[in-house]
């Protein structure tokens, strides 16, 4: 039986995240028969419990639970901020640190306040990022990468989300946040990451497609 396209969702209710997701899937996978859908899409979708011990297992944990419900393949990411001299935090803890509804521009205050009198050279940085692929059949498959940085002494920059404002990129002397998407899409942690996972997802995509022509 053939099939016109395959399914991915993307198991993501973070539109920003899912945004970014969204743009590197569609790059990555143009010459494709593919349709890319949101699990914040479907009707009564779930959200699991995100309290494992690292990023890929929390990435499996939202890749597996969307499979499951959906019946499609499915991508998730879980990301995080690690400052080294707060020994690691926010870490797997970034989106809920200071509490889950706390607006990143009070996050951001708090971390610059507990940085205040670390100097440039200790303020040493990374976004982590995991991503998990899980198809229906219950094959799992992860991969995660980071991006290097500082944080810087203030907010700068419009574009972005969460932290970016704060990490500050010294190969180009400028934080994420004032990259524009498209730049920000070819060298960010998640962009690294994907670019792992999309060979993966295509050979999947690819070997569903073959099977119900």
């Known amino acids: 039986m053939a099939v016109s396209s ?27 028969s593919v349709e ?18 690292t990023y890929r297992e929390n990435a499996a944990i939202k890749a ?21 001299a707060l020994n690691g935090q926010p870490g797997l803890h970034s989106r809920r640190f200071a509490g889950e509804q706390t607006p990143f521009s009070v996050k951001m205050g708090i971390l610059l306040e507990r ?10 940085a990374r976004f982590r990022c995991a991503v998990a692929i899980a198809t229906p059949e219950g094959n799992l498959y992860t991969f995660e990468d980071t991006l290097e940085g500082r944080i810087a002494h203030a907010p700068r920059g419009t574009y ?18 004032e990259l524009p998407p498209e730049f920000k899409n070819r060298i960010s942690h998640r962009a690294k ?15 569903r497609l073959q099977r119900h022509v």
């Open 160 to 177: 972005g989300f969460g932290y970016d404002p704060i990490f500050y990129l010294p190969a180009l002397g400028c934080t994420v946040a």
């Open 36 to 53: 890319i859908r949101l699990l914040a899409d479907y009707s009564n979708a779930p959200i699991p419990d995100e309290h494992a011990a």
């Open 64 to 84: 597996r639970a969307c499979a499951e419900f959906t019946g499609q393949i499915a991508l998730a990411d879980d990301a995080g901020l690690e400052i080294d």
């Open 193 to 207: 990451v994907m670019r792992q996972a999309i060979p993966k997802l295509r050979e999947i995509i690819q070997a």
């Open 115 to 124: 940085l205040q009198a670390v100097p440039n050279e200790r303020r040493t």
């Open 6 to 32: 395959i399914r991915v969702v993307i198991a993501s209710h973070n539109h920003a995240k899912s945004r970014e997701i969204v743009q590197l899937l569609t790059e990555g996978l143009h010459d494709l």
